[in-house]
């Protein structure tokens, strides 16, 4: 079956650490995005990537990194530098960047600082 | 100023009862579209529907329907006949513009709670 697939399910960090949340789509989808989720909150753009080997900043890229090397692939590197990494992250891919097209969501990864 | 506003943090229903769940959004751009996403406790965003700013009809989807005021700037999901397996948040988010550089903003969301 097509879809999106984040792991792992839930990560703990220690204070300092860089971790890696994982991304993987089989839907051959172009544009990938990487989100935030706080409690009582809306879903908050990181980065986004509409094609192999380039990505842009959303509106809270700071203290993370992603790349995007393969088209299946989209990982977002929680880096020291976030001060508050504690969260809910769902990452999401569509067929295109195109207006009209749905984005399709994996399970999300909850990160624990300890 | 918020862009998306969803004013009802959570709801009780009764099921099989009809739901109505509130969004008003903030643009001054003619080109938007808007989206209902369900999240269940699992997770996961799960599209539900889509209402372009220029569709002449509020849009359908089996039992989701999008009560669209474009005058009003507000576009609320209706769910008929509603089920336990409703419970669930959901949200509103807009698309706001053309081509390819274009952001989805997210409301707040709407806790549902349907009841037996």
């Known amino acids: 079956d097509g879809g999106i697939t984040q792991s792992p399910k839930y990560l703990f960090r220690k204070e300092g650490q860089n971790v890696t949340l994982s991304c993987e789509q089989n839907?051959?989808?172009?544009?990938m995005y990487w989100y935030r989720q706080d409690p009582g909150q809306g879903l908050r753009l990181i980065y986004y990537?509409?094609?192999?080997?380039?990505?842009q900043k959303g509106d809270i890229a700071e203290g993370y990194s992603v790349s995007r090397e393969k088209k299946e692939s989209f990982p977002l590197t929680v880096t020291s530098a976030q001060k508050n990494p504690t969260a809910f992250y769902l990452c999401?891919?569509?067929?295109?960047?195109?207006?009209?097209?749905?984005?399709?969501f994996g399970q999300g990864t909850r990160l624990t600082v300890v | 100023a918020q862009k998306i506003t969803q004013t009802q943090p959570g709801m009780f229903v009764q099921e099989k009862e009809a739901v109505t769940l509130d969004c008003t959004y903030d643009?001054?751009?003619?080109?938007?579209?808007l989206f209902w996403y369900k999240q269940p406790s699992s997770g996961e965003m799960i599209f539900l529907i889509y209402?372009?700013?220029?569709d002449q009809q509020n849009a359908t989807e089996g039992r989701y329907s999008l009560n669209f005021q474009k005058a009003r700037k507000s576009a609320n999901l209706v769910i008929s006949a509603s089920q336990l397996g409703d419970s669930a948040m959901y949200f509103c988010?807009?698309?706001?513009?053309?081509?390819?550089?274009?952001?989805?903003?997210w409301g707040a969301g709407t806790k549902l709670i349907i009841k037996p």
């Open positions: 990537s509409q094609i192999v080997n380039d990505f």
């Open positions: 839907l051959n989808h172009d544009a």
């Open positions: 643009t001054s751009d003619p080109s938007y579209g």
């Open positions: 209402q372009g700013s220029y």
């Open positions: 999401a891919s569509k067929v295109g960047p195109h207006a009209n097209t749905e984005a399709f």
């Open positions: 988010a807009m698309r706001e513009g053309r081509g390819s550089n274009y952001q989805l903003i």
